[in-house]
């Protein structure tokens, strides 16, 4: 089993952006990434989901908005119980020269340091936490 620190760098192939921070969360059963702009639009008279990840004062933002047609809008229950409807779409992210396909939920976190949260669907079965430990995987693809 791979050991994962609490906060690491990851690549998102498909975004095209590499050493982007992420934090571990066990607390989370999905995976969360910062959008700037999350929106239903119409395009071809065919209904997909449009956004743009990160903001402005990332940089790692492009401006690029990305068009899903595969998507999902779930409830998602904060640590605080607070209750809210998210989409979800599949993203790929490499974590120590692995590629895991999984479902992120698309959020505003706005003033938070890591863009990413990597929840328990993710982690389990693939990863230990060693919550002393940071970097491990961005250290390993720098050898």
Same mark, same amino acid.
């Given at each position: 089993? #791979?050991?994962?620190? *609490?906060?690491?760098? &990851?690549?998102? $192939?498909?975004?095209?952006? *590499?050493?982007? $921070?992420?934090?571990? !969360?066990?607390? &989370?059963?999905?995976?969360?990434?910062?959008? !700037?702009?999350?929106? +239903? +639009?119409?395009?071809? !008279?065919?209904?997909? %989901?449009?956004? #743009?990840?990160?903001?402005?004062?990332?940089?790692?933002?492009?401006? +690029?908005?990305?068009?899903? @047609?595969?998507? =999902? =809008?779930?409830?998602? =229950?904060?640590?605080?119980? !607070? +209750?809210?409807?998210?989409?979800?779409?599949?993203?790929?992210? #490499?974590?120590?020269?692995?590629?895991? @396909?999984?479902?992120?939920?698309?959020?505003?976190?706005?003033?938070?340091?890591? $863009?990413? %949260?990597?929840?328990?669907?993710?982690?389990?079965?693939?990863?230990?936490?060693?919550?002393?430990?940071?970097?491990?995987?961005? *250290?390993?693809? =720098?050898?």
């Amino acid at each position: 089993m #791979i050991v994962i620190g *609490r906060k690491d760098r &990851a690549e998102l $192939p498909s975004l095209g952006v *590499r050493n982007v $921070p992420v934090k571990i !969360d066990s607390g &989370a059963y999905s995976c969360s990434i910062h959008c !700037d702009y999350v929106q +239903e +639009e119409l395009v071809n !008279d065919q209904l997909v %989901l449009a956004v #743009i990840f990160f903001d402005k004062n990332s940089i790692k933002y492009s401006g +690029e908005k990305y068009f899903f @047609q595969s998507y =999902k =809008k779930k409830k998602v =229950k904060s640590s605080t119980g !607070d +209750e809210q409807e998210r989409y979800f779409v599949q993203l790929s992210i #490499i974590l120590f020269g692995v590629e895991y @396909q999984t479902d992120f939920s698309l959020t505003k976190r706005n003033g938070l340091k890591n $863009p990413i %949260l990597l929840g328990r669907k993710l982690i389990n079965n693939n990863f230990l936490i060693d919550t002393t430990k940071i970097n491990l995987s961005f *250290r390993a693809s =720098k050898l």
